[in-house]
């Protein structure tokens, strides 16, 4: 063979598929992987050459890590390092996540969208919103930092809370015949123009104000567009099966590939409720439904303190939400609603103040907050939780972001071991204290619950992670180790990768992966993070 740009030496290959692992030098040119020979220094063969060569031994070769639940669409514009994700090992994230992103936007929408979200990305002001369609905010990916590109791969979901904004507004109403056609239109140009499918956020305004007559008839769209739809659905406490079940035949009736997002049973009425989650799973693919999930291998959730209201108190956008936040009878009913009766946007349970942390504030001046729950903050002032929350969210303009201690260890192992399964970090990089899965989750997944627990073996758990997240998103040329695919890889130590973050210290990058190659080049080396910027937006295929 030609010699190569870099040859990677002796190393055990787990190549996405689930397939037993094996030694072998694996070649690299022109930013695909060009020769794969097996047990080469054992058999004498000839060993292919590269400009570069790297002793692997002792160290695991895999496809790089796909990330199916992001939230960097900001943050792959803002930080050209962007080490929580590359340090992972992660060269491709699915951004666009839970119906709300930052395309399709006109001026008004755009206003609107940066603040409901501030939460997850912060308010924008350090970005150049340049762009309005989905096919410029994936151009202004490609481009990145002076056209250089981003730190890793990103791919985008059509958000319907964000196509809803422009189509309808905030109003909680059906869609009339002329709005759903434009919201049709406006799903089909983003899919058209490289999106891989669509987002929905169905306990967040104003996405969660569509009924499933639109929703479906928006999948349908997406699936004539090759798409799968995504979405984070009404309920993940009381009548979170209900809820999972309303999306299979959801996207049964439109007969659209289905995603679900972050698909965990939370709260206590949902304790030990896994195997039923999954019974209602594969009772649906056996009779050939396409689905998919993802989790992330942490039990408490990661959100924003003003999602846990009731939905109608979201109506009319975020400036209708703090005036009736302002007016005291109002936020009474508001209070009556999550304490007592238990909000849509709580999922259905009364709030637990004790299981609400802060995470994050968009004010300096309301740090003091961060790192307690609210009833612990609340105790510190001598007042009623909801008085801390009320002011929080006033105070802040709706930005706080949670830490919610809802989640089940048993329910999050028997999820993850389910075939259907891929890995996502839904993580939110802003806050002062951010949840560790951001920085954590695919060597929490390796070191934890592979290497500690044996929940999974090493093989099955980097197929969750790369070979079937590429599936779904039907790319051709990634996801796997072979001949022909691209380039995209991770070198790791399978007895000492880890995560470094936790709830205490939730920056801290991980151990035990060394090198990290986007298109064949180097963003992690040696495990420092290099100069590369080798990302771009992967589009849609047909």
Known sequence: MDHADLVIQDVDVADGSGAPTYRADVAVKGGRIVAIVKEAAAAGCQR????????????????G????????????????????????????????????????????????????ITGWNGHGDDIDFSWRSVGEYLDRLDHGFDGAGIAVNAAYLVPQGTVRMLAVGWEDRGATPQELDRMRQLVADGLREGAVGMSSGLTYTPGMYAKDAELTALCRVVADHGGYYCPHHRSYGAGALEAYEEMVTLAREADCPLHLAHATMNFGVNEGRAPDLLALLDKALARGADITLDTYPYTPGCTTLVAMLPSWAGEGGPEAVLARLRDDATAERVRH???????????????????????GVSDPGLGPYVGRTVRESADLRGEAPWTTARRLLVEDRLGPTILQHVGHEENVRTIMRHPVHTGGSDGILRGDKPHPRAYGTFPHYLGRYVR???????????????????????????????????????????????????????????????????????????????????????????
């Open 65 to 116: 890590f796909i990330d199916m639940h992001a939230h960097s669409d900001l943050a792959l514009l803002r930080d050209p390092d962007h080490s929580a994700k590359a340090a992972q090992g992660v060269t491709l994230e699915v951004i666009g996540q839970d119906g709300l992103s930052y395309a399709p936007v006109d001026d008004r929408t755009l206003a609107e969208v940066r603040r409901t």
């Open 337 to 359: 609603h999550l304490e007592v009766v238990g909000a849509d946007g709580c999922h259905g349970v009364p709030i637990d103040w004790d299981t609400i942390e802060i995470s």
């Open 452 to 542: 500690e627990l044996g929940v999974l073996s090493l093989e099955e758990c980097v197929a969750h992670l790369t070979g079937r997240p590429a599936a779904r998103l039907r790319l051709p040329d990634r996801g796997l180790v072979r001949e022909g695919y691209r380039a995209d890889l991770v070198l790791f130590d399978p007895a000492t990768v880890a995560a470094g973050s936790t709830f205490a210290a939730p920056r801290t990058l991980p151990t035990g992966i060394p090198h990290v190659l986007i298109d064949g080049r180097f963003v992690v080396e040696d495990g420092r993070r290099t100069d590369v910027l080798a990302g771009r937006a992967v589009r849609r295929t047909a």
């Open 48 to 63: 292919p050459r590269g400009t570069r060569e790297v002793d692997a031994e002792g160290l695991v070769l895999s496809p």
